[in-house]
C-alpha cells in the first residue's frame, strides 16, 4: 500500500463521525432520486408493457345505440384507423350481501367466442365466464371482476354480487378476477375509491339480451394507424356516430384511467428531481467545509510531502480520493436506501394501479445518473479548496496559518455595546467567515424547507378535502340518473324516510370552441343559490350562479383564450346535439378540473329544454344514512347513490396512510441534514478554535462557559435559519405546487401552523443531538496538547 493510501485510511479513522454525518446526507439525495424516480420509471415500464400485451386503444366513444354494421363503415371510411372494437357497458348499482354501501357497477360485455382485438382483458384468478351458459339456471350471471374491487371487497371465485340491470335484480357470480389496460386505475370520478367502483365483465350476448342490444353496441374503441392524426380520426369517428346518439370520440389524454397514471409519472417526477438537488448542495457545502478544514490543518504535512518530492498532482488526487471515499459511501447507502424506499412506494402504486406484472427495478440509466451527479458535485464542492492548499510553496505551508483578524461587529459599530463578553466573542467570529456563516445558515434553512414541503402534502389535502365535502358538497347522499328527468321526481326523493332537504342539479357535456382551440368540459348545473351542492374558489369563498349565466375556471377560460364578456360556441356533446353560443359571465379559481357553471334554470332554458335533472343531493336525519340507501333503490329512475361519508371513509384509508409515509421520509432526510450540517460545523469550530478554548479554561472559564462560546454559535445558526427555512419552504412549496399543476388538478398552497412548528422541532431536536456530542467532545479536551504552539 502506497504511503498516501495509508495516510488516506488515518485521516478516515480520525474523522470517521464527520465522514458518515456527511455520507449519510449524500446517501439521503440520492436514496430521494432513486425513490421516485425508480418508482414511476416502474410504474411507467410497467404500463407501457401493459399497454403493448392489452393493445390498448388509442381512441374512445360512446353512443346511445349503433348497428355492429358501422363498425366495418368505421374502419373503411375513416382515414387512419388500423382496427375497430366495438362493445356494450352499462352503469350499474351493486349490492355486497351484508353491506350497506353504496356501490357502482360497469358491466362489460365479452365475447367468449372472439379474441379482443384492443383492452385485452387478462385473468387473474379463476376462469373465464362460459359463454351463453354463463346465465345460470336460477337467473344468475357469470362475471370477472376487477382485481382492484375484489381485493378491495375481499371477493373470490364464488362470491356472489346483486346487481340493478335493466330494472331487475340479477345476482352476478364471481368466477374470477381480470385485469385490463383501460381500467389500471378503476377510482369513482377520478377518486381512488377502490372500494366503491368495479368492473365487470360477462358474457356480450347476456349483456345484449338484457339491455335489447342484439345487434348493436354503443361503446367503440379505435386503434390508429402508424403515422394517422388522432385528431383526423376523432373528427371522422365523431361524424359517424353523431346520427346514433354518439358523443364527441376523445383520446387517451380524456380517458380516466391513462389520465390519472399519467398525472401521477409527471407529478413523482417533479418530486424525484427537485428535492435530490437539495440535498446534494448541502452535501457539496458540507464536503467543502470539511475538506479546506482538513488540508489547512495540514498544510506541514502537505509541506513535507512536497520536500520528499511528492508533486501536486498526486497531493491533489490524495485529497481527492478521500472526497471519494465519503462520497462512494453515500452513494451505496443511497443506493440501498432508493431500492428499498422505491420498492415500498412501488407497492404503495400497486394499490391504485394494477397491472399483471409490477415490480420495481432500478434502471441502469438511473444509477448512472446518479454517479455522474454525485461525483460531479463533490468535485465541484472540493476542488477549489484543495488546489488552493496544494499550490502552496513548500517553505509557506511550512508557515502556520496567518492568525484571523477580529474586529468589532456590526451591532458594535453601530453603537450597541451592551453585549457581554461571550456574545461579542461568538458575532465577531461568524461575522469573520461570512460566507461559512451564510452556508451553515443556508444548509439548517434547507432542512427546514424540506420539512415544510414533506408535511404541505397533508395540509394540501386536508384543504381539498374541506373545500369539496365540507364547504362545497354539504349534503350527506348523492343519487343520480342515467338520463334527463323532470324535476318532479325530486318530491319522490324528498319522500324517502330520512330526508330532510333534496337540492336538484343539471350535468350536460359539451365542447367549447373558440378560434381553433377547443376543450371538452361539463357544465353543471346547480340551483341558482345553492345550499347543499356549492361552488367554492381556493380561498374557501362561495361563488353564487343565480343569474349570473356561464362561470368558467380560470384554467379553462385560459386554456380556450376567454375573457370576461366574451362569446363562446358550446357544443352539446349529449341528447340533441346542438351548437350554442353563449357569453362568458365570470371566472372562478378552483382546485378541481376544468369545470363550467350555471344555475340549474338558466342552463335548460339556454339548451331550450324544460325543467330537467340528473341528480339529486340530500340532507338527511342523523344515521338514517342506511335506511336512505336502501329505500332509494325503490325508486325505478335512480341509477345509484353514494355516501359522502363512505366516499370519505374510503379515500383517507389509503391517502392518508400515504401522505404519512411521504412526510415521515422527508422528515428523517430533513433531521439528517440538520445533524450533518450542525454536528459538521461544531466540530470544525471545535478543531480550529481548540488552542483558544484551552486558554479560556486556564484564564478561569468553567467548561460550561467555554461550551456556550461554541455552542451559541450553533444556537444562534440555529435560530436565524428556523424562520428563513420556513420562508424557503414557502418559496419551495410554491413552485412545487406550480410545477405538479395539471388540467385537473393543483395542489392550493396551504401550510398549517403546526407545520412549521413541526419543522422547527425536528431541526431543533437535530441541534440538540449533535451539541450534546460537540459538548461531550469540549469536556474531554486535552489543554496541554491544545496550548502546544507551533514553531
Known sequence: MKALDRKLLRDLRLMWSQALTIALVVASGIGGFLTSLSAVDSLALARDRFYADGRFADVFAG???????????????????????????????????????????????????????????????????????????????????????????????????????????????VVGTALSPEFIFAGLWGMPDMRGFGIFWLDKDVLASAYDMRGAFNRVA????????????????????????????????????????????????????????????????????????????????????????????????????????????????????GDRLGTMFTGLYAEFFHFPSFEHRI???????????TVATAVTGTLNAILATVRLAPAEAMRPPAPGRYRATLLERLGLHALGPGPRMILRNMERRPLRTALSIGGVAAAVAIVVMGNFLRDAIEVVVDTQFTLGLRGDVSVWVTEPVDDAVRLEVARLPGVRAVETSRFVQVEFVNG??????????????????????????????????????????????????????????????????IVVAGTVREMMGLNAYMDRPSLNRVLGESDLSTGFVLSIDRGAESAVLEASKSLPRIAGAWSKATMLRNMQEI??????????????????????????????????????????????????????????????????????????????THAVGEMLKSDQFFFPVVIRARTYAWAALCVVVAGLASAWVVRRRIDRLDMVSALKTRE
Not at 434502471?363 to 451527479?373: C, D, K, N, Y
Request: glycine content about 10%; hydrophobic content about 50%.
Open 516 to 581: 381553433h382551440r377547443r376543450e371538452r368540459s361539463m357544465i353543471r348545473g346547480y340551483a341558482p343559490r345553492p345550499d347543499l351542492y356549492r361552488v367554492i374558489d381556493v380561498d374557501g369563498r362561495q361563488a353564487l350562479l343565480d343569474g349570473r349565466g356561464l362561470l368558467l375556471t380560470d384554467r379553462l377560460a385560459d386554456k380556450l383564450g376567454l375573457r370576461v364578456g366574451d362569446t363562446v360556441r358550446m357544443e352539446v356533446l349529449e341528447g340533441r346535439t346542438r351548437t350554442l353560443d
Open 222 to 337: 379505435v386503434k390508429l394507424a402508424p403515422g394517422a392524426s388522432e385528431q383526423v380520426v376523432i373528427d371522422g369517428l365523431s361524424r359517424h356516430i353523431a346520427p346514433y346518439g354518439g358523443q364527441p370520440a376523445h383520446g387517451r389524454v380524456h380517458q380516466t384511467s391513462h389520465a390519472m397514471l399519467d398525472n401521477e409519472i409527471k407529478e413523482q417526477r417533479v418530486l424525484g428531481t427537485v428535492l435530490p438537488v437539495i440535498f446534494l448542495a448541502v452535501a457539496a457545502f458540507l464536503l467543502n467545509v470539511v475538506v479546506s478544514r482538513l488540508v489547512s490543518t495540514q498544510r506541514e504535512q502537505i509541506a513535507a510531502l512536497k520536500a520528499l518530492g511528492y508533486p501536486d498532482r498526486s497531493i491533489a488526487l490524495h485529497y481527492l480520493k478521500l472526497v471519494l471515499v465519503i462520497v462512494m459511501l453515500g452513494l451505496l447507502l443511497g443506493v440501498a436506501v
Open 363 to 373: 434502471a441502469p440509466w438511473l444509477l448512472v445518473v446518479s454517479v455522474g451527479i
Open 655 to 732: 391517502s392518508a396512510r400515504n401522505v404519512r409515509i411521504m412526510s415521515t421520509i422527508l422528515t428523517i432526510f430533513a433531521s439528517i441534514i440538520a445533524v450533518g450540517v450542525v454536528y459538521n460545523n461544531a466540530r470544525i469550530a471545535l478543531a480550529e478554535r481548540a488552542w483558544e478554548m484551552a486558554s479560556l479554561r486556564v484564564l478561569g472559564f468553567t467548561r460550561a462557559e467555554v461550551s456556550a462560546l461554541l455552542l451559541g454559535e450553533l444556537a444562534l445558526v440555529i435560530a436565524i435559519a428556523l424562520p428563513l427555512g420556513m420562508l424557503l419552504g414557502w418559496a419551495l
Open 63 to 173: 353512443m346511445k345505440r349503433a348497428p355492429l354494421s358501422l363498425a366495418g363503415v368505421l374502419r373503411d371510411d375513416v382515414p387512419g384507423i388500423a382496427d375497430v372494437q366495438t362493445t356494450i357497458e352499462q352503469v350499474v348499482r351493486v349490492e355486497i350481501p351484508g353491506l350497506v354501501d353504496p356501490i357502482i357497477g360497469q358491466l362489460i360485455g365479452l365475447e367468449a367466442s372472439h379474441a379482443q382485438h384492443m383492452n385485452r382483458v387478462t385473468l387473474s384468478r379463476g376462469r373465464w365466464p362460459q359463454g351463453a351458459g354463463s346465465q345460470r339456471g336460477d337467473g344468475s350471471i357469470e362475471v370477472l371482476v376487477s382485481e382492484g374491487f375484489a381485493q378491495a371487497r375481499q371477493l373470490q371465485p364464488g362470491s356472489a354480487v346483486y346487481a340493478q340491470i335493466n330494472g331487475r335484480r340479477r345476482a352476478l357470480v
